[in-house]
């Protein structure tokens, strides 16, 4: 709608002029680290909250690319497309959904294995500061660095621009945040220690956009951290359990996602671990229309956003109950009855086309025409 529209462009070219030094300065600190980073070495980036991509379009050409995996993730879907197409040339880009304010672990991100999280004009806007530190501290590798993008000096102007941004006016924890959502310099740092990071400092000292509260802050994780071992136990129960019964996977929730009404909830809980995107290989495409079916229905089962020939349905996590629901679908589909226990004897898609084509034959192959 137009006029939706008109304060939207407003507001980013005002952040565009008036984040560009900020910019520069988180800039200045990413080229370093990536300088500086050991060439036997992977570099995993996750930047939460990215949007327009702001900076983003400034990070992407300093990061090695033959070692680099760098996650841009937004709560909103618009951006994820957006961004795959405006960064489509770098092939280390990829692309996720992820809320801030829910556990991280229930989203599927977890394995504290990112070396670099990144977010930029975006914390202040969570409903709980210290809960969402607390998040960001637990995807971080051991000595991990958190960059933050900060407004941390309030001016009744910010009304007619920030106050336009969705969730500016949504926080919480207004024993922390009592009049706006901002937090000043010396906020950011007792609350960066506070959620567990060894030390933090401010990039932004005097001068350029620090003299009306615009700061860049880095923070670093702790080098030694506990972590949860999900395969141990997997492996203790799998001795105990037939193998349909063993959990594919094993999470460690720090809190549960509940609902508005304070309520588990449920369905996010369901998709802790699945996220599509996170395949590190292009999926193999189907060969025959049954093929097609088949990987349409597992991905709308299991939740998934790709499927190759070869994966298996236990391992992506189905289990006794989404077996019974894609024996369903598959005797829908196919009109032949598909008990449970076949699709946990053939347990990817090529081995139950395999089982299928028993029984119905062989299928038409799809041709480029179609």
Excluded at 38 to 44: E, I, T
Excluded at 292 to 303: A, C, P, Q, S, T
Aim: hydrophobic share 40%; aromatic share 8%.
């Amino acid at each position: 709608m137009p006029t939706r529209s008109r304060p939207r462009t407003a507001c980013c070219w005002f952040y565009a002029r008036l984040f560009g030094p900020t910019y520069a300065a988180a800039t200045a600190a990413v080229r370093e680290m990536a300088e500086g980073w050991p060439a036997d070495r992977p570099l995993n980036v996750l930047e939460v909250g990215a949007g327009y991509g702001s900076l983003t379009r400034h990070l992407l050409p300093l990061l090695p690319a033959d070692r680099t995996e760098y996650v841009f993730t937004d709560v909103s879907r618009y951006f994820l497309d957006r961004a795959e197409t405006e960064f489509a040339a770098y092939p280390f880009l990829r692309c996720d959904l992820f809320d801030l304010d829910r556990p991280p672990t229930a989203q599927g991100f977890d394995g504290r294995s990112a070396d670099l999280v990144i977010a930029a004009s975006v914390l202040h806007d969570m409903r709980q500061v210290r809960r969402t530190l607390a998040a960001l501290r637990s995807v971080l590798a051991p000595g991990g660095v958190l960059l933050l993008v900060e407004q941390t000096t309030f001016h009744p102007w910010f009304d007619l621009v920030m106050g336009l941004q969705q969730g500016f006016d949504n926080f919480e924890d207004t024993e922390l945040r009592q009049e706006h959502c901002l937090l000043d310099r010396a906020q950011w740092q007792q609350e960066l220690t506070a959620a567990g990071f060894i030390r933090s400092e401010l990039l932004t000292t005097t001068g350029g956009p620090a003299s009306v509260g615009f700061d860049v802050l880095v923070a670093q994780g702790p080098a030694v951290q506990r972590r949860f071992a999900p395969e141990e136990l997997r492996a203790f129960v799998a001795e105990r359990l037939a193998r349909h019964m063993v959990p594919a996977q094993l999470f460690a929730l720090d809190e549960l996602p509940l609902s508005p009404t304070g309520k588990v909830d449920r369905a996010a809980l369901a998709q802790a671990g699945r996220r599509g995107s996170v395949r590190g290989r292009p999926a193999r495409p189907p060969r025959t229309d049954r093929q097609r079916k088949l990987v349409d229905i597992w991905k709308e089962v299991l939740g998934l956003n790709q499927i190759d020939l070869a994966d298996d349905f236990l391992e992506l996590g189905g289990d006794s109950l989404l077996a019974a629901r894609l024996a369903a679908q598959l005797q829908s589909a196919f009109g032949v009855p598909v008990p449970v226990r076949t699709v946990l004897e053939y347990t990817t898609v090529e081995a139950l086309d395999g089982h299928l084509e028993q029984l119905l034959g062989p299928s038409e192959p799809i041709t480029e025409e179609r």
